[in-house]
């Protein structure tokens, strides 16, 4: 059965669809709980939420174009003991689909309950542009102010872990809504929406083919103008001279899940012994030393799974293009890896491979 | 300013009374890293009072000296950076035996993110608008550490605070002793209209986001980045009480968190956070403003746990960072339990 083709269409708004049926699934039991945006009490900040009241359905915001917090981090709080017990349908955007699937294969959460229901993505506006007084011109100017990472975005399209994938980025602009049922869950629940007509349409790829030339463009000029480890230090140093050490960029992305990351331990931090002779040795150094080691050992660690969210550039206090290093990083290292991140829950991470060759390599 | 600063430590440092200096010096893109400096060229880059605060002054310190042996180090920093290293003194973090600060009338510090956008933008003590909303509420502005450069009340002055100060000044045979009458004058009614505005902006704080309720309002938009955790000079502890594995919140529980509201907030603990740092910190804030300043998010966090140390201190009547003597409340509380115990 070719169900890639299968789809519901509705004359309403993508939002008014989606929170309508939304609501139905939570009032005939089929859900249990939806996790979405809503906005905060202060205007122009968000969150995401776990909405179990249908009434309160109305307060979702389904794909608004700003992430707060990249959700397969928010995912992965709420799962990495337990899974859910009951069905939750989570509106993610790709990258944090395929940020979760990461998460879920290094055992920080479980897919197990969850019903994705994911978008072609036109990506989103950094989240320091809506705290302005100008946030509605900054939301009507959508394609201006998205994010560097989302400019340069080729997996715009989800990954086969979506149930269903509304149109919402396409080349044509096209009125009404069009939803994907991409699993045969999702066609079984569809079964159960009379409000929407079935029918079948394209391939979201057929019809996005315009912006996923534009972002491989973009894409190569990234790889093209954002300098790499093996560019030498300098143009790296000159980069991050701004970085003030507040580790957001760790703490907001998805895949930074270490406990006490590595760049904390007495391994890697500078000895005060060492830092002073340093500076008898050189003339003078700077200090707290280890803002480059820091980076470069957290592209390291990332780059074989980092999912190009622009998470990490997005909650820079000062502006750092993070995410343009780490998604040029990112690209060379998975190609030669052949690894591509969230792609498919049973691909093996590159790191664990190693370790299953390992313990071979032992009891051989 | 700066010449003046620079040029005292290149004294120092030739005089080998010290043997190495903490300064900011300037660095590529409109920036001003902390440098450790041994060498007297390598003051020529030397900015002892940037516009901008990157990094707080005492986090950059108690990167290298929780134990001091050899050898003086003379620092030059803010007020406020100068107070933040007395407190982690108190806090076994910095080893003050060997070091002297050298702070300044301090003309404030641009806004960060203000900064990065427009690199020309001068604090000017006198404007308000061009300094960080915590500046201009700053009463401590001057005289923090073993020395302070006067630059008011006619004064271009180093003036000694304590012993150690002192003595620095002897070895350098800078044996000024100018009349301080104007300066004093000076710093006491700044501090006095200071005082007035961070009284009234407390007060709207207050109003403006009261209780709980009102909590809840202005961390809504709280990311959970933890910058303001991380680069906090006084947030020295390796594992925070709220990344302890205890404090997981699992899907049942933001479930059950949802059902009784309808709909509850992910990311959970955003509050339990940041009360709880209020809660360490308010023996200790600075009022550096530094937690602001990394703010993503663009949350009044500097000042609102300022407001809640602005209390505590009181009922402690205890100043953070003023007088190295001066034991923390916990500190006294930790001996005489010992104490305690021995009898
Ligand atoms: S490194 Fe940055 S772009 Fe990559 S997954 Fe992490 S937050 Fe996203
Ligand atoms: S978020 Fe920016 S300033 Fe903070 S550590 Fe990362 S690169 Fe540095
Ligand atoms: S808070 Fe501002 S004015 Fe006060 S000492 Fe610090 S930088 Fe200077
Ligand atoms: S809580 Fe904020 S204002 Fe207070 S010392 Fe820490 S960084 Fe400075
Ligand atoms: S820096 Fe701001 S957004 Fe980040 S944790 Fe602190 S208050 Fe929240």
Known sequence: ?364 | MNSIIVDFLEKALVSDYVSSVLVPSGGPDNTFPWTLISDVSALAMAEPVPPVMYVQGAKALASFTQSMTEGKLLAVMRPCEARAAVELSKLEQIDLDNIILLTMDCPGAVPLKEYRRDAGIQPDISIPETIRPLCRQCTEFTSAGDLCLAMHGGLREVLPLTPAGQELLDSLGMKAEPDTSAWIEWASSLKAEREAVSTENRKSLKKAYSGLEGLVEVFSGCISCRSCRTVCPICYCRLCFIDMKDRRCPASAHLENSRSSGAARVMSGTLLFHIGRMAHMSLSCVSCGMCEDACPSDIPVGRLVSMVSAGTTAVFNYSAGSDPEDPLPLNTFRLEELHEYED
């Open chain 1, 1 to 364: 059965m070719n169900t890639k083709t299968s789809v519901l269409v509705s004359e309403s708004s993508i939002g008014d669809t989606l929170r309508d049926l939304l609501g139905k699934l939570l009032e005939n039991g089929e859900i249990d709980s939806v996790f979405a945006l809503r906005e905060t009490r202060q205007k122009g900040r968000y969150c995401y939420s776990l909405i179990t009241d249908p009434t309160l359905i109305r307060e979702a915001l389904p794909f608004h174009p700003v992430m707060p917090v990249q959700g397969a981090r928010a995912l992965s709080e709420m799962t990495i003991t337990e899974p859910f017990g009951r069905p939750v349908a989570a509106l993610l955007r790709p990258c944090e689909i395929r940020a979760f699937v990461e998460n879920v294969k290094q055992s920080q959460g479980s897919l197990e309950n969850i019903f994705i229901i994911s978008c072609t993505c036109p990506g989103v506006i950094p989240a320091s542009k809506l705290l302005g007084e100008d946030r509605e011109d900054v939301l009507a100017n959508h394609g201006g102010n998205i994010r560097n990472a989302c400019r340069t975005c080729t997996g715009f399209i989800p990954g086969p872990q979506a149930d269903m994938t509304v149109l919402l980025a396409s080349d044509e602009p096209h009125d009404g809504t069009v939803i994907y049922l991409n699993t045969d869950r999702a066609v079984e629940i569809a079964g159960k929406l009379d409000s929407l007509s079935r029918e079948t349409g394209k391939p979201a790829a057929e019809l996005t083919s315009g912006i996923s030339e534009a972002r491989e463009k973009s894409l190569k000029d990234l790889m093209r103008d954002i300098p790499a480890p093996a560019d030498g230090l300098q143009s790296l140093v000159s980069l991050f001279a701004a970085c003030i050490g507040c580790r957001g960029c760790r703490e907001a992305c998805p895949l930074c899940s270490c406990v006490l990351c590595d760049y904390e331990t007495a391994r890697t931090l500078h000895s005060p012994e060492l830092v002073r002779s340093e500076a008898k040795r050189k003339g003078s150094v700077r200090v707290p030393a280890g803002t480059l080691q820091f980076q470069l050992g957290r592209l390291m660690h990332i780059s074989p799974s980092c999912t190009a969210c622009g998470q990490c550039s997005d909650v820079c206090p000062v502006d750092i293009p993070v995410s343009d290093i780490f998604i040029r990083a990112a690209n060379l290292v998975q190609e030669s890896l052949d690894y591509a991140p969230g792609r498919d829950t049973d691909d093996t991470p590159p790191m664990a491979t190693y370790l299953e060759k390992e313990l071979l390599d032992i009891t051989d």
